[in-house]
T-cell receptor, first 116, second 111 residues
Framework: GAVVSQHPSRVICKSGTSVKIECRSL??????MFWYRQFPKQSLMLMAT?????????EQGVEKDKFLINHASLTLSTLTVTSAHPEDSSFYIC????????????FGPGTRLTVL | QQQVKQSPQSLIVQKGGISIINCAYE??????FPWYQQFPGKGPALLIA?????SEKKEGRFTISFNKSAKQFSLHIMDSQPGDSATYFCAARGGANNLFFGTGTRLTVIP
């Protein structure tokens, strides 16, 4: 299947700082990428849909000014957690949709964010 | 509102046994039903998927059974192995190709 990478795999930061997470589709182009958040022993919660060249669509209850999403190219989307606080600590997972593979979503390995 | 309901929450199976995980949905507009396997600290990986016009799909030890009229589908893992121990999520795809995930099943296969 198609490969999606995420960087960094884990990050620890101080409260109040901003953290950027990158999501890349390595062997296909993705006009649409998705960002999920997963708490321990829970399911994936869709945060936003990222569309190349346009503004992201955020799910209800997700602060767009808190979680900035940029999808500047067909292979890269970034999620920036601004002014991070301990409650933002979570596992963030991206996925990329491959239109050449039945619009299948391929998931990245996730980024563990810990805010001290 | 949980669009896809999944059970059981956890499952313990002996090596060589059959693991069965069930899911149910309400929205008849869903057009694709994938299952994902997730190991701790990793992203979900597509295991097997089915369309609603098919009643069963088998890939190796993994089989999806789909009952369109009941709006239910299930994953069967035959000859379960300790390496199958992971969390399994069912999902359903709706408009805008969004995926709606079940709550997950933690499978433990004991030797």
């Amino acid at each position: 299947g198609a490969v999606v990478s995420q960087h960094p795999s884990r990050v620890i930061c101080k409260s109040g700082t901003s953290v950027k997470i990158e999501c890349r589709s390595l062997d296909f182009q993705a006009t649409t990428m998705f960002w999920y958040r997963q708490f321990p022993k829970q399911s994936l919660m869709l945060m936003a849909t990222s569309n190349e060249g346009s503004k992201a669509t955020y799910e209800q209850g997700v602060e767009k000014d808190k979680f900035l999403i940029n999808h500047a190219s067909l292979t890269l989307s970034t999620l920036t957690v601004t002014s991070a606080h301990p409650e933002d600590s979570s596992f963030y997972i991206c996925s990329a949709r491959d239109s050449a593979s039945n619009n299948e979503q391929f998931f990245g390995p996730g980024t563990r964010l810990t805010v001290l | 509102q949980q669009q896809v309901k999944q059970s059981p929450q956890s499952l313990i199976v002996q090596k060589g046994g059959i693991s069965i995980i069930n899911c149910a949905y309400e929205n008849t507009a869903f057009d694709y039903f994938p299952w994902y396997q997730q190991f701790p600290g990793k992203g979900p990986a597509l295991l097997i998927a089915i369309r609603p016009d098919v009643s069963e799909k088998k890939e190796g030890r993994f089989t999806i059974s789909f009952n369109k009229s009941a709006k239910q589908f299930s994953l069967h893992i035959m000859d379960s192995q300790p390496g199958d121990s992971a969390t399994y999520f069912c999902a359903a795809r709706g408009g805008a190709n969004n995926l709606f995930f079940g709550t997950g099943t933690r499978l433990t296969v004991i030797p």
